[in-house]
């Protein structure tokens, strides 16, 4: 077992341990015992996860509550089912909320972890690789509202993040890829992070067995993404600044995710082409040299993303989407884009005519 | 002008001014800028405040919400039209919400606040006596849901309070008396709040012109409240503790509110009568002698709050209703009880068969 801790620079007593390895759903009992002092669990799962791994969870004082499964519920709708059943079930304030599933249970169970009676203790049981080396670490909970995905959440860190990289056999290849695009990410961010753990040359020598699942290098991808991720969030928990880097290829991928309404490409999709568009834009503007451009978008091929149709989406109607990201201020398109092996800077203002050549 | 400060130990960087006096709401365009950089303001408020005090109320940047007026629309069904206004407008995180008006707007808005963008900032322009001595101090923002009154919610805390004792002047005689019962708590938890104002005393002495609504006595009233509530929020921001003391009155209070579907009672007025049974209760259990049992009923009375009818609601019912207040743990029924004066205990579970005695 794998243990990488989180601890918020800002906050005082927020410090928690993420554990990573094989077949901890059976130990995840005893992990959660020693790390929170929650007197009733609620355990939040999808009909899935839980007849694939429910049977492996055994937690003492748990009651469960199924949500239906997908990004479309992530809305005020079922965080609000959640919230009437914690107060049906009368818990207290002692209780803590789980999140046993992939990102939008684990986004959805700690806004309403966070929200409930003004703050429940929180756990993670991160089920996809999505999860397991992104959505799971750092606290961002959120829903989604029309206006926009994520919208509408706050900044709550879990007790732990319990990740049995095991529950990642049952996936199938295009929720493994999903996770794919945001591992391949943190291989163009790791120095910008603060960290050189050769995470690039790691992927690209070891791809071939992290492609085939071997949990020995799962392990390891888990690990390293999450202690990349655990750098930046303990330097800057609340987006100020440095954090935004971890949205490498999101200013485009979450347009592009809306503009199909969310029902065409799989998160990670979206954020493999939008990190290829990262490139491109990073070629164009002088950013990067033909080397790099050239190793970068290997990587990013070798994944074999097998991205959904998307040339219909016009470049007008994506540029005005990026407008309303989250990330954005007063109309401008902001994207993180690499300057070099592991670097990025994030470049607030984007000339909308490069960025319309490069969609075209 | 008053200048009161609130300072969250636990928080970095979390410090903020309450300002107290006559005719602030002209002042408050400039006292926001100085203490707030948000680029743009969108001010909730309601048709009765807008219509009497919007005037004076000239914000640079601002946008306008209007919401239903009343307790029974603190609910999620508000609060989601208020994120979703400002999504329309598309506010970024560089914005803030302003609550101009009373509790229920308070509460809403700062909740709005703390989830709009995971967080933007907040500025609280209370405009009755209850807000003004209580609820837009030290944080706590909520809705109710279908199972108890404010069970969702945030700590949240603003970057200003501006408090205009010009705007009580406009209050019906039972608004007005719904905060004297906050205040009349003060007098009565004040040194376990950790000072020594001579709160008691002090309204015992001047309570005429309380009554009459002298701004004089008012401000120094609405001053030594904030003073109270920030020592106690400044030890206890998120109630593990010594901020319990706050609700003085209210494990009663808030199970009358509720039994009469929060349409009979005003909070003050309920509150009003919890403080009464906490002394009855009090007497009863030995805690206080009669001496100081007759000296607070008396003040209390003075007060003259005009209660409705409630001799119809059940002690069992009210009871079961006590058992499922936010602050309680696994069924009990937890009381602050007065033990002198100023002086206040938390008893974690009261004697349900001297509570029924009581109640009937």
């Not at 759903?25 to 002092?37: H, P, W």
């Not at 056999?169 to 163009?188: C, H, M, P, S």
């Not at 990587?299 to 990201?325: A, Q, R, S, V, W």
Request: glycine share 6%; proline share 2%.
């Amino acid at each position: 077992m794998k243990e990488v801790t989180v601890d918020i620079k800002a906050t005082k007593s927020s410090k928690y341990p993420i554990y990573i390895g094989e077949n901890l759903l059976e130990k995840a009992n005893d992990l959660i015992k020693e790390n929170c002092k929650a007197t009733k669990l609620l355990v939040i799962t999808n009909e899935k996860i839980d007849g694939l791994w429910g049977d492996k969870l055994k937690l003492e004082n748990a009651e469960k509550f199924i949500i239906p499964d997908g990004e479309k519920f992530k809305n005020f709708e079922t965080l609000i089912s959640i919230l009437n059943k914690a107060s049906e079930l009368r818990l207290d304030r002692k209780c803590a909320f789980v999140a046993f599933g992939g990102g939008v249970i684990g986004d959805m169970t700690g806004f309403a972890a966070s929200i409930y009676r003004r703050g429940v203790d929180f756990i993670q049981i991160p089920t996809t690789l999505l999860a397991q080396v992104d959505s799971s670490v750092g606290g961002k909970t959120a829903v989604n509202n029309d206006f926009g995905k994520n919208l509408i959440g706050t900044f709550y860190q879990p007790k732990l993040v319990i990740a049995d990289t095991k529950t990642l056999t049952t996936l199938d290849d295009r929720q493994i890829k999903t996770g794919f695009a945001e591992v391949v990410k943190y291989a163009f961010i790791e120095k910008t992070c603060g960290e050189n753990f050769g995470f690039f040359d790691f992927l690209s020598k070891n791809i071939e067995e992290i492609k085939k699942l071997n949990l020995k290098f799962i392990d390891e991808t888990v690990e390293i993404c999450c202690k990349l991720k655990a750098s930046v969030v303990h330097k800057d928990e609340k987006e100020n600044g440095l954090r935004a880097i971890l949205n490498l290829g999101h200013t485009y991928g979450h347009a592009l995710e809306k503009c199909s309404n969310y029902s065409v490409f799989t998160h990670g999709e979206a954020v493999a082409v939008g990190l290829q568009v990262c490139f491109d834009l990073s070629l164009a503007l002088n950013l990067i040299d033909e080397n790099y451009y050239d190793k970068a978008s290997d990587l990013i091929n070798k994944f074999e993303f097998n991205l959904p149709e998307h040339e219909y989406y016009e470049p007008e109607k994506l540029i005005e989407t990026m407008k309303f990201d989250k990330k954005v201020e007063a109309g401008k398109v902001r994207f993180v884009l690499p300057t070099n092996i592991g670097e990025v800077k994030i470049f607030d203002d984007i000339n909308k005519k490069i960025l319309k050549e490069i969609l075209k």
